[in-house]
Structures are given as C-alpha cells and as structure tokens.
C-alpha cells in the first residue's frame, strides 16, 4: 500500500517467497481487481505493481484489522515489554529465516 510502482521482485523478496509464487499470488489479486502489473519503458522483465483503487481500500480496511487486534492483544502491556515482545518476535523470524536459508 505504502510502495505503490513496487518491483514484483522485490516484493516476493520481502515477502520471503519464491518470485514465481508471487507471480500467482499477484495473478490472483489481479483477476479480483485489486492490483495492476505494468511494465515500464519497455522492459518485459521488470512488472511494476500498483494498487486499484479498490485494492488500496481493502488494504486499509486489512490495516485497520491489524491495527484493532494488535491494540486488543497488547492492551496490558507496558511499554518496556512491547519493545522485548518485538525483540523476541524478530529474534524468532531471524532463527526461522535462517533454517528456511539453510535447508
């Protein structure tokens, strides 16, 4: 939402996926309606992604869902264990990564 002309490459590289698992989940987007694939200047290898205007109000509408539950779940918080909670979560998803790299 934040990265609208985004490289289909780079976004299967944040998302962590194959680039050819990205081309179908963004197919699908597609057909729904929620993203056009553009190629820019002629370069039939790089297809530049940007939201429709109804994808970008599901995105906020997933955005606001992220935000209500992360508010719900962390309502007891403090926030010196917010920040630990998010060091143990990174910490977590940098040990997962690894094995996924390793294999």
Same mark, same amino acid.
């Given at each position: 939402?934040?990265?609208?002309?985004?490289?289909?490459?780079? +976004?299967?590289?944040?998302?962590?996926?194959?680039?050819?698992?990205?081309?179908?989940?963004?197919?699908?987007?597609?057909? *729904?309606?929620?993203?056009?694939?553009?190629?820019?200047?002629?370069?039939?290898?790089?297809?530049? +992604?940007?939201? !429709?205007?109804?994808?970008?109000?599901?995105? *906020?509408?997933?955005?606001?869902?992220?935000?209500?539950?992360?508010?719900? !779940?962390?309502?007891?918080?403090?926030?010196?264990?917010?920040?630990?909670?998010?060091?143990?979560?990174?910490?977590?998803?940098?040990?997962?990564?690894?094995?996924?790299?390793?294999?």
């Amino acid at each position: 939402m934040y990265h609208d002309g985004v490289v289909q490459k780079e +976004i299967a590289s944040a998302c962590h996926i194959e680039p050819a698992t990205m081309t179908s989940v963004l197919y699908g987007m597609e057909k *729904k309606g929620y993203i056009l694939r553009k190629n820019l200047n002629g370069n039939r290898r790089s297809i530049y +992604i940007y939201l !429709t205007d109804e994808g970008r109000s599901l995105a *906020k509408q997933v955005e606001s869902t992220f935000r209500t539950m992360e508010e719900k !779940t962390l309502k007891d918080f403090c926030k010196e264990e917010k920040e630990m909670l998010t060091a143990f979560l990174m910490r977590i998803s940098k040990n997962i990564q690894g094995e996924v790299s390793d294999e």
